[in-house]
């Protein structure tokens, strides 16, 4: 067999429960143990389009791991968390957020084009062959290196203090938990992303595509 899959990822799942869980499906449906890959992982917290390959179309990962992709997120300012996202330890930095939408939207200019991002610990990038969250989760020191991405467009969708929501169209390896604590730094106030969405890879668009149903 060889299938793309597409699938909407609830909130909760890893990538790898979902992988796992079309494995099973596709292997009962076959008869005999499928194979099953993804092209790009997206956090537990998140939700969105993952694209997974079964079969012999796992060999297209390659082609389909490094295409740009489109995010909608909300992020809390005047807080952060230790892993960027609502799994983690919150703090608030700013009681009194006091910040009006027009410097909201002068800051989300100043990421549009190609920037530098430090990836959170908490990801899935290896460091020394292990998995960064598995070393942070341990308590190690974890020393993420630097990587250039481009932000292609950032656009406002919604303020209402102290949420903002935004909607981005990014580069392959661009943390948009990355990027929500860099605007909260760049606003002096802190922030973290709360909601995350994907909604496009490439050209692919959940809301166009035969979506595989996944069972909770």
Sequence with gaps: MEEIIFVDKPSG???FGAVARVRRLLSEREGHKVKVGHTGTLDPFATGLLILLAGKATKKAPELTKLDKVYEATIRLGATSS????????TITDKKLE????????TLAQFVGEIEQIPPAFSAIKI???RAYKLARAGKAVEMPKRKVTIYELELLDYASPFLKIRTHVSSGTYIRTLAEDIGEALGCGAYTTELRRTKIADYDIAELPLFDLPQ
Excluded: F, L, V
């Design 99 to 106: 910040i009006s939408r027009e410097k909201i939207i002068e």
């Design 13 to 15: 799942m890893s990538s």
């Design 128 to 130: 020394n062959g292990q």
């Design 83 to 90: 892993t960027g996202d609502p799994e983690g330890e919150i």
